[in-house]
């Protein structure tokens, strides 16, 4: 692209002598100085202009496992109905694509924000409460806190089936397949995304489950799971 004035919003800071020479934006309104390289210039080409002539430099690449989501999921079963509580803790890169999202809707109520960024995923679910941290404070990581509801079908003498939303898995993780790709993909920003998912019964109830420990991995991504229960909850 051809450079132009329109374009000319940020202010890149360059640091020779930190970590063999370090690019940093202060101008970021959403990223943190801690978190490098900047976000939209990691791999990029960068020409450092001095007096004595110019130079040619590669502006690092993203280490892996960067940005982490840790999603932290605890179901209830109350009766006719499933209590879901949410912690969801993001950082670096994908802290910041978030932060921008919920301070650019900052003037309506957070649950507002929240329910349009869940979008068709909260069909049956009522969002109870939320409430977000880490908005201002960029070198720390932003959590967002939720409480859902949802109705459930009365329980069977052997079974009772819970839809349990998983919205941060199918965002960040459900990729499309596409068969016979014919052209090179790369993930930008890659991510370290860990889940904990905890069903609670009513004292009377014997929970249970089905399936077992599994571990997948391939060029693109690994994928490990655990399952156990220990004092009725799964």
Do not use: C
């Amino acid at each position: 692209t051809i450079p132009s004035l329109d374009q000319f919003n940020h202010m890149i800071v360059y640091l020779p002598n930190y970590k063999g020479g370090t690019f940093f934006d202060p101008t970021q309104k959403e990223f943190g100085l801690s978190a490098l390289p900047p976000l939209y210039l990691e791999g990029q080409t960068a020409v450092l202009v001095k007096e004595d002539g110019h130079k040619i430099l590669q502006i690092k690449p993203p280490e892996k496992n960067l940005s982490k989501i840790i999603v932290d999921r605890e179901v209830t079963l109350e009766g006719d109905k499933a209590v879901i509580r949410e912690m969801i803790r993001w950082t670096d890169y994908h802290a910041a694509f978030v932060r921008g999202y919920f301070r650019r809707h900052s003037a309506r109520p957070l649950g507002e924000s929240v329910q349009e960024l869940m979008g068709s995923e909260l069909g049956g679910l009522t969002l109870k409460s939320a409430k977000l941290k880490g908005l201002e404070d960029l070198d720390e990581p932003l959590q967002l806190d939720i409480a859902l509801e949802i109705k459930v079908d009365a329980p069977s003498e052997q079974s009772q089936a819970i839809r349990i939303p998983a919205y941060w898995e199918k965002q960040y993780i459900g990729y499309q397949s596409m068969e016979k790709r014919r052209t090179p993909f790369q993930i930008e920003y890659p991510i370290q995304m860990k889940r904990k998912l905890r069903v609670r019964g009513p004292r009377n109830v014997v929970m249970s489950f089905s399936g077992k420990n599994r571990s997948v991995s391939n060029d693109f991504f690994r994928y490990d799971a655990k399952l156990q229960s220990e004092k009725g909850v799964l």
